[in-house]
């Protein structure tokens, strides 16, 4: 059973318990909710059960027991050399509030909507007089004013949901409407034609759960150093399991042997010299820790073609705060903006010419603040873009206004897709022609953001 599909079925009964409300969207909080999400807690405690019990698993077979934490795999039909950039896509978990992190300031709507949590235009670090960066986005100014990072507003879903569980799976899976069920990055893997054993990889202490679901290859682990497997250091586990299906058919033997594949391809990584380049210095978070090991497989050069990171803790109904330090959104904003600086610092300019990182959220948050300095349940949002080959320091997209009139149920629009988003990139940097195998229908941004690889 496939890592996946056990998630699927552990969420599938909160949705339904969630309920969803005549225009397809579930109930609105109260606007004076103190309370964060019990479903997203629990799909944090299901990702932390799945991790601790370390599957290994493949197309036709399963090896459960055998691995280390956090190891699955899954076999490869495609082969080839892959000349893209390495993407990195950063999952913003609970519902990134992107009308704090570029804030609006030239709407005076976003004023009145927000009058304890709204950033003040004197606080801004950059901007264009439409939009400001948060202050506590400052790690990356360097980024912004040296045109390596941009962002886009106004994004969102076609089929727009309040729930969690909901809206993670229709992002991941990024093919509403069709039958297809595999995940749009193993889509794009499959497209490429990138097979080697860690051509793709989610790392850190979750695992996203339709992202890489699908025939390509993937791995997830927790970090390059924990990557093992069970008991290896006492038993010849990794010897066992070479014998035990060396003369199985492929189908079968495929899940053991892209494991054996994908840990001898970590070792070589392990031997090597760990320690950030060029004075990076990373936070000591989840998600510093994840950027760092993405680090050291891009500069050990196996083949990294695209990686995944979560960063959770963005659902903030109470205490999203003002801009300042020690407020929830600051805070987390600045643990975000130092892990991707230092990812960027370590890697070098050289290196940064051919990756692009990317952010994604379930949803944004609702205009108003609630009466907890919050902000609850959303649409449209903004999505952070940053590498070599982004055309940065501005604000892409079409901007709805925050007027009452402009808004959908007290949301902001979300006039541009996420798909046409990273369609752009995808073609223009991972070399990915034929767009609609990947998302379905739909057509890449004109923006410009991205320059042709």
Not at 184 to 211: E, K, Q
Not at 274 to 280: H, L, R, S, V
Not at 308 to 319: L, P
Not at 374 to 383: L, S
């Amino acid at each position: 059973m496939s890592t996946a599909r056990t998630e699927r079925q552990r969420r599938e009964p909160s949705d339904r318990a969630g309920g969803e409300g005549r225009d397809g969207m579930a109930p609105q909080a109260p606007a004076t909710a103190t309370l964060c999400c019990d479903e997203n807690e629990k799909l944090n405690l299901s990702r932390r059960g799945l991790l601790g019990r370390g599957l290994a698993v493949g197309a036709g077979a399963a090896l459960t027991g055998l691995a280390g934490e956090a190891l699955s795999t899954s076999l490869a039909f495609a082969a080839g050399a892959y000349t893209g950039d390495t993407l990195v896509v950063i999952s913003l978990r609970g519902g990134f509030d992107g009308l704090s992190a570029f804030a609006p300031i030239g709407d005076a709507e976003y004023y009145k909507a927000r009058p304890g949590i709204a950033v003040p235009k004197a606080k801004v670090i950059a901007g264009d007089g439409m939009f400001g960066l948060h202050p506590a986005l400052a790690p990356l100014l360097p980024q912004w004013k040296a045109g390596r990072l941009a962002a886009v507003h106004a994004v969102g879903q076609p089929n727009p949901t309040r729930s969690h569980f909901a809206a993670m799976e229709a992002m991941e899976n990024a093919a509403p409407g069709t039958s297809i069920r595999t995940g749009w990055l193993d889509r794009m893997l499959g497209l490429t034609g990138a097979a080697g054993p860690l051509a793709a990889v989610s790392m850190g202490g979750s695992m996203p759960a339709r992202l890489f679901a699908g025939p390509s290859a993937d791995v997830s682990m927790k970090g390059v150093d924990d990557f093992t497997l069970a008991a290896e250091g006492r038993k010849p586990m990794a010897a066992a399991l070479r014998a035990m299906y060396a003369d199985a058919p492929p189908l079968m033997a495929g899940a053991a042997r892209a494991a054996d594949r994908a840990l001898a391809a970590t070792t070589s990584v392990r031997s090597a010299a760990g320690a950030p380049a060029n004075g990076a210095s990373y936070p000591a978070t989840d998600t510093g820790a994840a950027l760092r090991d993405v680090a050291r497989l891009i500069k050990a050069k196996k083949g990294l073609v695209t990686a995944t990171v979560d960063c959770g803790d963005w659902d903030m109904h109470e205490g999203l705060g003002p801009a300042v330090k020690g407020q929830r959104m600051y805070d987390n904003l600045a643990g975000l903006a130092s892990a991707v600086a230092a990812f960027v610092t370590d890697l070098g300019e050289t290196a940064m010419k051919k990756v692009t990182v990317l952010t994604i959220s379930e949803f944004g948050r609702r205009v108003e603040e609630n009466g907890s300095r919050g902000v609850d349940h959303g649409h449209g949002n903004a999505m952070m873009l940053l590498g070599g080959g982004i055309r940065g320091g501005k604000v892409y997209g079409t901007w709805p206004g925050l007027a009452p009139a402009a808004l959908v149920s007290g949301d902001l629009r979300a006039v541009t897709d996420y798909r046409a988003v990273i369609g752009e990139v995808l073609r223009k940097r991972c070399g990915v022609g034929a767009l609609d195998k990947v998302f379905p229908g739909v057509e890449p941004s004109s923006f410009g953001l991205a320059v042709a690889a």
